[in-house]
């Protein structure tokens, strides 16, 4: 190895020999992490190719569901305004309840937090059939 071309190929032959051992050790180590990106590769493939057919599948049921959201929003509507109304009748028969009861005790009938209660439920469903109308507005203008 007295000249420069022997130690340049000594040096080449002995990377090689290292190089070509270190590759094929990670293959052999990382065999089961490369077949798993094999495989989750695979399954993107096979799942983009699967979402591509069933998309209109998908577009006509969510049409379908628009609509028959925009059919029932009368009906719910309706519902919702019945039931805020019992709920209404209700806080006024507690309040009722409780000033008749208040008469008999010392004034500290707890119907006001009863009476808040049943409000915000009230609002909570007024403000679900105010969403549902939102919602079948908006499939409306999509349809157009």
């Excluded at 290292?18 to 993107?44: F, R």
């Excluded at 983009?48 to 049921?61: Q, S």
């Excluded at 019945?82 to 009748?89: E, F, M, R, S």
């Amino acid at each position: 190895m007295n000249t420069a071309h022997e130690r340049e190929a000594y040096l080449r032959s002995l990377l090689n020999g290292l190089y070509s051992n270190a590759a094929i050790i990670y293959e052999h180590n990382s065999k089961a992490m490369l077949d798993y990106n094999q495989a989750q590769a695979n399954l993107k493939i096979q799942l983009a190719d699967v979402a591509t057919k069933i998309m209109p599948l998908i577009t006509a049921f969510s049409n379908m569901a628009a609509v028959v959201l925009g059919v029932l929003k009368p009906a719910i509507e309706v519902i919702v305004q019945v039931i805020a109304t019992l709920c209404q009748w209700i806080i006024t028969a507690i309040n009722w309840l409780g000033a008749f009861f208040g008469i008999f005790s010392d004034g500290k009938a707890s119907v006001s937090n009863t009476n808040n209660s049943i409000n915000k439920a009230t609002n909570s469903m007024n403000n679900y059939a105010g969403a549902i109308g939102g919602a079948a507005a908006a499939a409306k203008e999509l349809k157009k």
